[in-house]
């Protein structure tokens, strides 16, 4: 199947620092991505959608300006914790929409990204 | 509320035992997505359903979405150990790919 990667796998950082996450599609272009985070023992819930060249759509109770996301390419899109704060610690997890050769409702998700603000 | 229910929460069985898995909607879904996860890692993409009454198989597991595209059920037979794992389903509301999800069923495969 088609492949994301995510860098990095675990980051720890202290409050009131930046975090950036990159989610990359390997084999394949995406032109939309979707950003999820995921607490101990809960299910996934989707954060935002990212369009290549576009800005990304943000869900509801969402802080854009916290969460920044940027979409540059087709095979890049990267989640930006901004002053990030311990109530911010999470498992992020990325998906990518398409694969080519008729595949594009398939959605494939990277490995995800521990995050731990001290 | 929880859009997506799943059920059952956990389930624990004896391997080469048979077991199903369920997944509910109030709403009518444009498509249901079957994804496993082990604990801090990324989801395995399993199986997606579009149509009414669609069947999907592959290896030893199938996916069911009844006629209404309400409910699906994965079903897994003489189970593994290797089927051990959080097994989650998302739902694709609006057809644009944005899924919700339930809140996993975790299970374990005794030998």
């Known amino acids: 199947g088609a492949v994301v990667s995510q860098h990095p796998s675990r980051v720890i950082c202290k409050s009131g620092t930046s975090v950036k996450i990159e989610c990359r599609s390997l084999?394949?272009?995406?032109?939309?991505m979707f950003w999820y985070r995921q607490f101990p023992k809960q299910s996934l819930m989707l954060m935002a959608t990212?369009?290549?060249?576009?800005?990304?759509?943000?869900e509801q109770g969402v802080e854009k300006d916290k969460f920044l996301i940027n979409h540059a390419s087709l095979t890049l899109s990267t989640l930006t914790v901004t002053s990030a704060h311990p109530e911010d610690s999470s498992f992020y997890i990325c998906?990518?929409?398409?694969?080519?050769?008729?595949?594009?409702?398939?959605?494939?998700f990277g490995p995800g990204t521990r995050l731990t603000v001290l | 509320s929880q859009e997506l229910e799943q059920s059952p929460q956990s389930l624990i069985v004896q391997e080469g035992k048979n077991l199903t898995i369920n997944c509910t909607s109030s709403?009518?879904?444009?498509?249901l997505y079957w994804y496993k996860q082990k604990y801090g890692e990324g989801l395995i993409f399993l199986m997606m359903?579009?149509?009414?009454?669609e069947e999907k198989s592959h290896e030893k597991i199938t996916a069911k979405l009844d006629e209404k595209k309400q409910q699906s059920s994965l079903h897994i037979t003489a189970s593994q150990p290797s089927h051990a794992g959080i097994y989650l389903c998302?739902?694709?509301?609006?057809?644009?790919?944005?899924?919700?999800f339930g809140q996993g069923t975790r299970l374990t495969i005794n030998p």
């Open positions: 998906s990518a929409r398409g694969g080519g050769s008729g595949r594009s409702d398939e959605q494939f």
């Open positions: 084999d394949f272009q995406a032109t939309t």
């Open positions: 990212s369009n290549e060249g576009s800005k990304a759509t943000y």
């Open positions: 709403k009518t879904l444009y498509g």
């Open positions: 359903l579009q149509k009414g009454g």
């Open positions: 998302g739902a694709d509301k609006e057809g644009a790919q944005k899924l919700v």
